[in-house]
C-alpha cells in the first residue's frame, strides 16, 4: 500500500512526499514524520482512495485540522 500511494503522489507531481514514503519503505521504517505539505498532498491523493485508505484518510484530516487550528 506505501507504494501505491507514493506511484499516486508520483502521478500528482508530489515527489517530495512520494520519495519520503518510498525512502521508508526501503528502509523499513514503520513511521514517518509528515510535514503539513506531505498531509496535504496526501489527502489529495487520498480523496479516491481504495477502501483500505478510508482510516489513513480520517485520521490525515483529522491531524491536519488540528495543527490548522493551532494545535500541536
Known sequence: MVLEL???????EF???AEKLERAWSQED?????E?????????VLVDG???LVELRSVLLQEHERKLGGGH
Open 6 to 12: 507514493a506511484r499516486r503522489l508520483r502521478a500528482a
Open 15 to 17: 515527489a517530495d512526499a
Open 30 to 34: 514503520k513511521q514517518v514524520a509528515l
Open 36 to 44: 503539513t505539505d506531505d498531509r496535504e498532498a496526501l489527502l489529495s
Open 50 to 52: 481504495p477502501e483500505e
